[in-house]
């Protein structure tokens, strides 16, 4: 079945823009993805959208659709009454570059910030032995696409800009969660202390953990559940913990 559905997008670039309406043919089974190459085929052919897969996995159709992030792939049109106006615009928390295309090297900075895996010394690569357990764990985070949908919707630095210098995001605490709670992981005994950077140096203190980015993954990641309050947990008994207190103290009066 085919019907007539009247959008709106948002077209301009960096210097301002606006939303601009069109009405679209929308056919049975289709995606936002599909109406907004429609519009590049019928109506708008300088309408620039970022994309690659169209199968929910590379995460670059990240946008928002009346108001929430969502990947422009895996929104179908059937979601939507047809009389409805469907309003797609560029994620809020990144810079515009055009219409629906935003610069989103904020979270590639935040990336960069996070000190990789450190090899136990005392294995070689092949003798790595981990409990099917804690496998398990990690592989939840690792299914993230990188979409940045999680990102956008953080409200720490959604309307916040000043927060992004000292905020990496919940992509990247979820990160040092991940590395924080790898049995492999020999950080600590190179002298990186995660829970310490994750506090002073990635911001997981800005978190509340509103679960708002776990609401919007669309890999379903229970982000906050299951990185970022254990995360916390962790820096908190770190802090109190009166041995790891002692220790502090008696380190930092030999240094
Ligand atoms: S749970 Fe934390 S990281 Fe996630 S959206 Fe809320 S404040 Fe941001
Ligand atoms: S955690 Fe989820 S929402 Fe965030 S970047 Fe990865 S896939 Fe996207
Ligand atoms: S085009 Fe790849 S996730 Fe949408």
């Known amino acids: 079945m085919t019907h007539t559905a009247h959008f709106k997008v948002w077209r301009g670039d960096a210097e301002g823009g606006g939303l601009a309406d069109y009405d679209i043919e929308v056919n049975e089974g289709e995606v936002v993805l599909d109406i907004i190459h429609r519009l590049q085929a019928t109506q708008?052919?300088?309408?620039?959208?970022?994309?690659?897969?169209?199968?929910?996995?590379?995460?670059?159709?990240?946008?928002?659709?009346?108001?929430?992030?969502?990947?422009?792939?895996?929104?179908?049109?059937?979601?939507?009454?047809?009389?409805?106006?469907?309003?797609?615009?560029?994620?809020?928390?990144?810079?515009?570059?055009?219409?629906?295309?935003?610069?989103?090297?904020?979270?590639?900075?935040?990336?960069?910030?996070?000190?990789?895996?450190?090899?136990?010394?005392?294995?070689?690569?092949?003798?790595?032995?981990?409990?099917?357990?804690?496998?398990?764990?990690?592989?939840?985070?690792?299914?993230?696409?990188?979409?940045?949908?999680?990102?956008?919707?953080?409200h720490v630095v959604r309307d916040h800009e000043e927060n992004k210098p000292a905020f990496a995001g919940p992509r990247f605490l979820m990160r040092v969660a991940e590395l924080d709670m790898h049995p492999l992981d020999a950080a600590a005994e190179s002298g990186l202390d995660r829970k310490r950077t994750a506090q002073e140096e990635h911001g997981l203190g800005y978190c509340n953990i509103t679960k708002c980015c776990t609401e919007v993954c669309p890999e379903n990641i229970k982000i906050t559940d299951n990185a970022l309050i254990p995360l916390k947990e962790r820096a908190a008994d770190r802090k109190y913990d009166p041995l790891v207190w002692l220790g502090n103290k008696i380190r930092r009066r030999g240094e």
């Open 44 to 154: 708008a052919p300088d309408l620039a959208v970022r994309w690659n897969c169209k199968a929910g996995k590379c995460g670059s159709c990240s946008a928002e659709i009346n108001g929430r992030p969502r990947l422009l792939c895996m929104t179908r049109m059937s979601v939507f009454d047809p009389a409805e106006t469907v309003t797609v615009t560029p994620m809020r928390a990144f810079p515009v570059m055009r219409d629906l295309v935003t610069d989103v090297s904020f979270n590639y900075t935040k990336a960069r910030e996070v000190p990789a895996f450190v090899p136990p010394p005392e294995l070689e690569p092949g003798e790595y032995r981990m409990m099917q357990e804690d496998v398990g764990r990690s592989q939840e985070f690792r299914k993230c696409i990188e979409c940045f949908l999680c990102q956008d919707t953080c």
